[in-house]
């Protein structure tokens, strides 16, 4: 018997980055990415609002930082993130119905979660600054 | 889908899970999921329509009966479907001695901040 078996690399079962990145897979881990995202999102909501109850100026100081570029930039990251988990968990729900679960169904609902995310996104930014004026 | 159809009939005779709440975890992750379609639908409206509102404006909407009532319910909702899921997260990734930590930090920390929000909202319902 060889001596080196016991020091050589056991071989491991293949792992997610030898795979293809597929719409599948891809929408099912960014669907776990946007939760953790939006679990941060939930964090500055209740920081909003606390400073909204602590009075004018301190709102003031949290608005100012929203109005900001790179403030801008991460609600506008978070608005993309709340429609994919939105439209991700949808889909999830009617999975959980026990519907759609054929392949042609699987990607037809797949890129429909895309399509539509971008696409709500897009609006309700088109809409903020239409209200903004 | 009866949650009770998900288990073997010998649990469910005994009225148990495989761990007693691994299906409870998963149907609640559901349950919090359709309460916050509409809720979160509603809170980004809103947040859309007061886009460059000034604070009284933004406190006197907020002050109203159901922006109140649907802020507090956002937010119990939110922070429960935020707990379910982040302990998932935990569970499929931490392995570690600090997975115990995790956990009692997730489920601290989204109790305490439910509590801060719902208080921050009323305190703003009743103009205190």
Redesign the interface.
Known sequence: MPNSTTERTRPLSPNIQIYRPQLTSVLSIAN?IT??V??VC??V??VW??A??TG?QT??VVQGVIASWIGQVVLFGG?FA?FLH?CG??R??VW???YGFALRSIYASGWAVVVASVALTVA?WV???F??? | ?DRQRTRSPLARAMGLGSAREGVEHWWME?VS??A??PL??WF?ASI?????SD?AT??AW?RTPLASIL?ILL?IA??YH?AL??LV?IEDYVHSGAKFAAHVAVRLGCFA?AT??I???F??AVG?
Do not use: K, Q
């Open positions: 776990r939760g953790v939006l679990s939930a964090v909501l209740v609002l606390i909204a109850a004018p709102y003031a608005t709340f939105l968990g949808i999830h729900l959980d119905a026990g309700a809409v903020s600054l209200v903004a004026g | 889908m559901r999921a359709v916050l379609v979160t639908l980004v859309i329509a007061h886009t460059g604070y933004f406190t907020l802020m937010l939110l922070f935020t899921g982040l997260v901040l801060a929000g208080v921050a909202a305190r703003i205190g």
